[in-house]
């Protein structure tokens, strides 16, 4: 079992950038792939990026591909999401989950979840 706690969100202007955190206890990350989803409002969860703990393979969705990068310290047992050239359009709470195989799965294939951080881009 993995419990994971985001933080690291905030208010930022277009064009800006913020490092999103995830924290995990319990179980280490390199045991799970880590996907990080954002959910904004009225829309759908979406997925946005994931690594996989045990060899940090990197996935993106194609319309953060080239802005956002995933990467996992497993010693301090925390994945982080930077997020360079915001757009209005980030903005979203972003939430981080855990599995032990599935990247970009839909919600019902993750048993762990984080409390979500809020990320709002201002044009």
């Known amino acids: 079992e993995v419990r994971l706690v985001e933080s690291g969100g905030g208010s930022v202007q277009a064009g800006g950038s913020l490092r999103l955190s995830c924290a995990a206890s319990g179980d280490t990350v390199d045991e799970y792939a880590i996907t990080w989803f954002r959910q904004a409002p009225g829309k759908e969860r979406e997925g946005v990026a994931c690594?996989?703990?045990?060899?940090?393979?990197?996935y993106y969705a194609e319309n953060v591909k080239g802005r956002f990068t995933i990467s996992s310290d497993n010693a301090k047992n925390t994945v982080y999401l930077q997020m360079n050239r915001l757009k209005p359009e980030d903005t979203a709470v972003y939430y981080c989950?855990?599995?032990?195989?599935?990247?970009?799965?839909?919600?019902?294939?993750?048993?762990?979840w984080g409390q979500g951080t809020q990320v709002t881009v201002s044009s």
């Open positions: 989950a855990a599995d032990l195989i599935v990247c970009f799965g839909r919600d019902y294939d993750y048993d762990y």
């Open positions: 690594v996989i703990g045990s060899d940090g393979s990197a």
